[in-house]
Structures are given as C-alpha cells and as structure tokens.
C-alpha cells in the first residue's frame, strides 16, 4: 500500500468536485448550519424570554448541540463517496484504473480519503465558529467561556473521526450496489438513525453525553468501523467491481 | 509475448472462454473476431489481470496472470483501452492523460511529452483543456487510446477501439494503430470489423467461446479455398445451362444473366466450362474469379459453430 498513490486518486476527485456545485455545497450546508444557527438560536431565546437557557441548564443544551457535529460528520462523507463511486460506476472509469499497476487498497484508501478529509475540514472549520459563537452568547449568563472544553475535545477530536469513518466505509459498501447517486444517498441516509437515537436517548436522559459517554460511543462506532472496513475490502475488490457490480 | 494454454473463464454455469490456447509473437497485431457474447471482452480482461481465471494458464512478457506478482508486473507493462472509455468526464483531456501519468511514476516532462505528442497524432492537442464529457465518441476513444498509451507500454489491449466512429475517426484510429505497429508495440485487438482486422492484423483468431482458426489473414482466406467463377452472358437459356450441367461444376448457380460455380484450379476449368458455354450458342462477356473473403471464413465458421 502507498499512500502516494492514495493520494493521487484522492487528488483527482478533489479536482472533480470543485466543478460539482452539488458536492460543494453537501460539504458546506452542514457545517454552516451547525455553526451559525446554534448560537443564533441562543441568541434569539435569549431575548425573548431571558429563561431557557439559565446558567444550570445551559451546559447540557450546549452538549446536545455538540453532538450534532457527529450527526453532520457522519452525513456529509454519505454525499461524497457516493457520488465519488456511483460517480466512477456511471463513467465505466473504474476498469481503466483497475489495469494500471495501483492496488485495489490503494484505490479504496483514495476514495475513502476524498471524503475523509473534506468532511474533517468543514467540521472542524464549523467547530471553531460555534465556538466562539456560543462562547459570544452565552459568557454574559455563564460569566466564563464554555468552550473549548475536554469534553468537546474529546467528541471532536476521538468521535467524530470514527462517526467519519464509520459513514465512508458504510458509503462504500451501499454505492458498490446501488446504480445511480439517489438510491446510494436514500439507502446512506440510514446511517444517521443510530446517532440521532442516541441524540435522543440523551435527551431523555438515559445516556449521557460526558466525556465517559462520548468515549464508550466512540468505542462501539470503532467496533463498527472494523466490521465495516472488512465487508467495504471484499466489495471493493477489482473481479468484484468488474462482474457483479451492477 | 502474450501465451495463453487452455484459458477458460466460467461464469457459474456459462463457459465465456473455453480451453482458449493462442499465442502473439512480439510486435505483432494480433485481431481477435468473434460474434457478440463471443468471450472477446472477458479474454482481455483475463490477459490485463482484471478477472480471475477458472482454468488454464497464461503469460504476458513472461508473466504468468492470476497471482498477485505477476499481476502487478503485468499491468505495468501493458496498455487497456476498454469498451466502455471510463474517462472522467468532469476532468479536462489533459488531467485525465496526466493522472494516468502520475499512476505509472512518469517524470512531469515525460508525462508532458507524451501527453502532448499523442494528442497531436491523434488532433486533439487544441482541445486539452476541455472537458472529456464535452467530447464527441470519436474524440473519447481516441483520449481513452492516447491514455492507454501514457507510459509507453509494451502491449496494448484495444476493445473494440473504432465501434461507433464514424469513417473517417475509425481511419485516424486504424492509421495510428498502424504508427504503432511501426514502433513495434504488441497489439490486442477486439474488432468485429473484418476489413479493418484483414486490413492492420498480421494474424487473425476468430473466437465463439472456442477459438474456431487463427493464422494470417491469407491462411485463413485459403484455408477455406474455394474459388469462385462468375461469368457473365448477354443472356442465360436451358440449352447453356444443361450444357454446363455436363461438366459436373460444383455448386453451379445462375441469377439473372450471370452463371457462377465453384473452382479449385480456375486455370484448368475455366476453359473447359466457356467453351461448353460458347458451344452453346451462349455470349459470354466477363469471366471474373472470386477468392472467398475474410467474411467468408467468418461466416462459416460461426455458423459452424452455432
Ligand atoms: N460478469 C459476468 N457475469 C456473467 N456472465 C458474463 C459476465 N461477463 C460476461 N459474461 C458472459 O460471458 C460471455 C462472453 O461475454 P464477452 O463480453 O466476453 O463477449 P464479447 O465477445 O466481448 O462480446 P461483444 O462483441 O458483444 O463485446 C457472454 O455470454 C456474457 O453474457
Ligand atoms: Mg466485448
């Protein structure tokens, strides 16, 4: 495995997304909502009532907040490994680059990278704008900067790469089936079910989003990145590709 | 250069490639014809390391398909162009020769040369930095051969390369294959075109899942023989007819003023057989001799083995 070569076939599709409006957009939609609305909202209840968001409850609204960057980092790789691979599918482009001399890992491991990477920028770009607009609204009722904080480190910096990772191999595995880019999107979307149950679970209280929380999260999504990473390697395989992808 | 010894691909039930031995000798094009569903495509795609195969063996420059070192080597040594193009469509004519480049570790003023001297063979140069979807087929196909040929392979496996052009683009392409053949690259051409094959292929295999003959473009026309003689008379009657009839000619036929039979010295029969004619009181105007055609041989040993 070279990871040059990875790179290479990552590079290309960088290339080809900045002509794709579409892709573009999946990537920054997202993240600018994650990190503009949360605070607007704050900002706006704020005003209008003075109440929701009194200094005792305001941490744990901001920790639900936070785990909709999971929520958008495991959505946004959905868009663009499946066009990126239903993409190739539709152009036949796939059998060339199978006759040349990369290894299917290193196809895999580029194709991965393409959604990997972009989808780290915009979140973690995301991430410093909430950031500091929580921090705007909400020092004045706290009296001190909530964020940066350990446990949204560590939900940035442990969870959310595997929550990534979890949803490109996952990409993967339905573009490698699906024919056109809509169907791997519908069938994609059902990635995010477990994360927004568990958004839910901690809303009513049943999980919490702590840094022990978060941590044992990250450790069943790794589990899962595993299994996920050996089922994408046997789809991805050039005989595989070539004669029962459809 | 490329040795296959009773290849066989099965697709569960369905024998595609059946005990397929043949050999291309270096610098030689080599025009694989087949009808549809023949086992062309899936024969290129066992020799380029793309499937595996069920039985059989078989070598590229001394490499042996179907384990992984072997596979490696050979598919840096060789050229596809396979018969859908696969081009990225949203990436310029350039990018796309260029990313190939990079794959095959080409130096940037190699890959520059190169790009640029086959996109002027094949006059594409000015449209480098269009898109490829935005190209016409002809001009894909030609993009597609050009980055088949990036890094200077030994071997270049073409699928089907002037399907869909029109005649002029299948010229340009057919001349270029031709230039190639001059620089002695080895050749593997999926063709259903049996001028073109008769035409640039200094061996032909003619495949149906079995591989029916292969041999020279001449042997395969003589393997058939049969010659043929059409003579043609101001008008044909009974009496000429029943007069050739004597003569025992094989396959005798006769359409409208014109009397044609089979020979297999036309030297020695022709005489005896216009003569018989004149005798007749017959008026003969031509006496035309017919080798049977590439087509011919085709024709008949698919149906033979239909
Ligand atoms: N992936 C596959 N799965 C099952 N059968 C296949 C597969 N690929 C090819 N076949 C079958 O193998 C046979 C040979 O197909 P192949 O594509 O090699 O023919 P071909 O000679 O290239 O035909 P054409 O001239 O139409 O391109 C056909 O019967 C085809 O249906
Ligand atoms: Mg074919």
């Known amino acids: 495995m070279r990871l040059s070569k990875a790179w290479l076939v990552a590079s290309r599709d960088f ?11 999946s990537i920054i939609v997202f993240p600018v909502i994650t990190s503009v609305l949360f605070p607007a909202i704050l900002e706006f209840t704020q005003q209008r009532s003075g109440g929701l968001s009194a200094p005792g409850v305001l941490p744990n609204l901001l920790n639900s907040f936070s785990f909709f960057f999971i929520i958008g980092a495991a959505y946004i790789p959905l868009g663009i490994a499946s066009y990126s691979i239903v993409g190739e599918k539709i152009e036949k482009s796939l059998e060339p680059l199978l006759a040349t001399p990369l290894t299917d890992g290193e196809i895999l491991l580029g194709k991965a990278l393409s959604a990997v990477l972009p989808t780290l920028v915009a979140m973690y770009a995301a991430s410093i704008v909430f950031m500091v607009g929580i921090d705007a609204t909400t020092v004045g009722k706290l009296g001190y900067n909530y964020f940066p904080n350990s446990t949204f480190g560590v939900l940035l910096l442990i969870l959310l790469p595997v929550a990534v990772v979890m949803s490109v191999l996952y990409s993967v595995i339905v573009s490698s089936r699906a024919n056109d880019v809509r169907s ?30 978060l941590l044992i999260i990250a450790g069943i999504l790794l589990a899962i ?3 996920l990473y050996f089922v994408s390697k046997a789809a991805f395989q050039r005989e595989e590709i070539l004669t029962k992808w459809k | 250069m490329i040795d296959t010894d009773n290849l066989t691909k099965k697709f569960g039930d369905l024998t595609a490639v059946d005990n397929l031995t043949l050999h291309v000798n270096d610098g030689e094009v080599f025009g694989f014809l087949g009808p549809n569903g023949a086992g062309k495509t899936t024969t290129i795609r066992m020799l380029c390391c793309l499937i595996s195969k069920t039985s059989g063996s078989a070598t590229i420059g001394g490499y042996e398909i179907g384990n992984k070192e072997g596979s490696l080597k050979i598919r840096k040594m060789i050229g596809l162009v396979p018969d859908n193009v696969g081009l ?38 000015e449209k480098r930095n269009d898109l490829a979807g935005t190209f016409s087929k002809g001009m894909k196909q030609k993009l597609a051969i050009a980055r088949a040929l990036i890094h200077d392979p030994q071997i270049l496996f073409l699928d089907e390369p002037t399907a869909n052009l029109d005649p002029e683009s299948a010229k340009t392409v057919r001349e270029f294959i031709l230039e190639l053949k ?19 292929c200094d061996k032909i295999g003619i495949l149906n899942t079995k591989l029916r003959v292969t041999g020279t473009p001449q042997d395969l026309e003589e393997a058939v023989k049969g010659k043929k003689t059409i003579v043609s008379l101001e008008q044909v009657n009974e009496k000429i007819l029943s007069a050739l009839k004597k003569l025992s000619l094989k396959n005798l036929t006769s359409e409208g003023n014109k009397i044609t039979f089979d020979v297999s010295d036309p030297d020695k029969e022709n005489w005896g057989a216009v003569e018989a004619m004149v005798l007749a009181g017959g008026h003969v105007n031509t006496v035309n001799v ?10 008949k040993l698919v149906r033979e083995s239909a």
């Not at chain 1, 059902?190 to 840094?211: H, M, N, R, W």
């Not at chain 2, 130096?107 to 006059?123: A, D, H, V, W």
């Not at chain 2, 017919?290 to 024709?299: H, R």
Request: proline content about 1%; aromatic content about 12%.
């Open chain 2, 182 to 200: 001059k620089q002695k690259k080895t050749i593997f051409l999926n063709t259903h075109n049996l001028d073109e094959a008769q035409r640039i």
């Open chain 1, 15 to 25: 290339k080809i997304f900045r002509r794709q409006k579409n892709i573009l957009y």
């Open chain 1, 225 to 227: 990145d595993i299994a």
């Open chain 1, 184 to 213: 791997a999107n519908s069938y994609g979307i059902l990635i995010l079910f477990p994360l927004l149950a568990t958004y839910l679970l901690s809303e009513v209280g049943i999980i919490s989003l702590d840094i022990n929380g």
């Open chain 2, 88 to 125: 990225s469509e949203h990436l310029t004519a350039y990018d796309n020769l260029d990313f190939y480049g990079k794959i095959y570790d080409c130096s940037e003023s190699q890959r520059k040369e190169n790009i640029k001297r086959f996109l002027e063979m094949l006059g594409l140069w």
């Open chain 2, 290 to 299: 017919v080798g049977s055609s590439l087509e011919d041989v085709y024709l």
